[in-house]
């Protein structure tokens, strides 16, 4: 698939905000002291605007972008129609919350707004990997990896957001320190794992399957055992480009692979980790440490856009997807 700026900024910076409200939520439900008070409505508004910068930033992927609110349209079938009402309904509650953490406003309204909080961002976090998750022409996202790696990179990414603010200056930060190593380790582990399952050729889709004849063809047996003949793309039906050559016939050169995965492991890994191991808190650093972050999950929604191979490219000479 072709990736298209606009859909890798929206998954990346809607993951971080989402994972920023939900850990917002997690502290003011349990009062956990990873933050001072004063702070909670400060973060809160960090990750709303995360997440709608992310959701604006996807109607720039429309041929018209005034058409976007049909997104609302279809709740009952469509992921992409859940994520739009769900993200509304986080927005109206977030802003509330964070109204009553300004205010310092304790007891049950906190609780249940919180609750709330935590719910919506990670309804709305699956609801977005689930748009490309239930994909079934593209075997490499129709996997239980997708949402599993959304929502770890989300919170991984937010997790440090909250570090960045907390600094270590809370009395017990420290254990979100510890959060945020179990995260990474977490998403080493994720990634792995999507990594390999979306290598493996077991589910494959081939042109045989593609047009009912999975095993082949077989003459009509008269004597021995007749030869298996296999389906051969005879002409792909255009002698220029299309909207499918274009938008589902992306090759992503092996060089360009090689350097976004190497961004992802460094800056999107290595470089957040020394900073929390190392603990160093100039403002530099701490910038440097999160906006790496981002990067490095840019260019890992980077390829995991330019992988996905739909069934569509065996119909224009692929042997199998």
Same mark, same amino acid.
């Given at each position: 698939?072709?990736?298209?700026?606009? +859909?890798? /900024?929206?998954?990346?910076?809607?993951?971080?905000?989402?994972?920023?409200?939900?850990?917002?939520? /997690?502290?003011? #439900?349990?009062?956990?002291?990873?933050?001072?008070?004063?702070?909670?409505?400060?973060?809160?508004?960090?990750?709303?605007?995360?997440?709608?910068?992310?959701?604006?930033?996807?109607?720039?992927?429309? *041929?018209?972008?005034?058409?976007?609110?049909?997104?609302?349209? %279809?709740?009952?079938?469509?992921?992409?129609?859940?994520?739009?009402?769900?993200?509304?309904?986080?927005?109206?509650?977030?802003?509330?919350?964070? *109204? #009553?953490?300004?205010?310092?406003?304790?007891? #049950?309204?906190?609780?249940?707004?919180?609750?709330?909080?935590?719910?919506?961002?990670?309804?709305?976090?699956?609801? $977005?990997?689930?748009?490309?998750?239930?994909?079934?022409? +593209?075997?490499?996202?129709?996997? %239980?990896?997708?949402?599993?790696?959304?929502?770890?990179?989300?919170?991984?990414?937010?997790?440090?957001?909250?570090?960045?603010?907390?600094?270590?200056?809370?009395?017990?930060?420290?254990?979100?320190?510890?959060?945020?190593?179990?995260?990474?380790?977490?998403?080493?582990?994720?990634?792995?794992?999507?990594?390999?399952?979306?290598?493996?050729?077991?589910?494959?889709? $081939?042109?045989?399957?593609?047009?009912?004849?999975?095993?082949?063809?077989?003459?009509? +047996?008269?004597?021995?055992?007749?030869?298996?003949?296999?389906? %051969?793309?005879?002409?792909?039906?255009?002698?220029?480009?299309? /909207?499918?050559?274009?938008?589902?016939?992306? %090759?992503?050169?092996?060089?360009?692979?090689?350097?976004?995965?190497?961004?992802?492991?460094?800056?999107?890994?290595?470089?957040?980790?020394?900073?929390?191991?190392?603990?160093?808190?100039?403002?530099?650093?701490?910038?440097?440490?999160?906006?790496?972050?981002?990067?490095?999950?840019?260019?890992?929604?980077?390829?995991? /856009?330019?992988?996905?191979?739909?069934?569509?490219?065996?119909?224009?000479?692929?042997?199998?997807?």
């Amino acid at each position: 698939m072709k990736p298209a700026l606009s +859909i890798v /900024f929206f998954t990346v910076a809607s993951g971080a905000g989402l994972g920023v409200l939900a850990l917002v939520g /997690f502290v003011a #439900l349990f009062h956990l002291p990873w933050l001072f008070p004063e702070a909670l409505p400060k973060v809160a508004a960090i990750g709303l605007g995360l997440t709608m910068a992310g959701l604006v930033s996807s109607t720039l992927h429309l *041929a018209n972008p005034r058409n976007a609110w049909r997104a609302f349209s %279809r709740f009952r079938t469509s992921w992409l129609s859940r994520e739009a009402v769900f993200s509304l309904a986080l927005a109206g509650v977030v802003i509330v919350f964070s *109204a #009553l953490l300004a205010m310092e406003v304790d007891g #049950l309204p906190r609780r249940v707004l919180a609750l709330l909080t935590i719910a919506l961002a990670w309804i709305v976090l699956v609801c $977005t990997a689930m748009i490309y998750g239930s994909l079934k022409p +593209i075997r490499q996202w129709h996997t %239980r990896w997708t949402p599993l790696a959304y929502f770890v990179l989300g919170h991984w990414s937010g997790a440090l957001i909250l570090l960045a603010v907390a600094r270590y200056d809370a009395s017990n930060s420290v254990r979100l320190a510890h959060l945020c190593l179990a995260l990474a380790v977490l998403a080493v582990l994720v990634k792995a794992g999507y990594w390999r399952a979306s290598r493996k050729t077991d589910g494959a889709a $081939t042109l045989e399957r593609a047009i009912g004849v999975a095993q082949g063809v077989r003459p009509p +047996i008269t004597t021995g055992t007749p030869s298996v003949m296999q389906a %051969r793309l005879l002409d792909a039906g255009h002698g220029g480009r299309t /909207f499918l050559t274009d938008e589902f016939i992306f %090759r992503l050169a092996r060089q360009r692979r090689a350097l976004l995965l190497a961004m992802f492991w460094i800056a999107g890994i290595v470089v957040p980790l020394v900073w929390v191991i190392g603990a160093w808190w100039q403002t530099p650093i701490v910038v440097g440490a999160c906006l790496a972050n981002l990067i490095g999950l840019l260019a890992e929604r980077t390829l995991f /856009f330019a992988d996905a191979r739909h069934t569509v490219r065996l119909y224009h000479g692929d042997s199998r997807t």
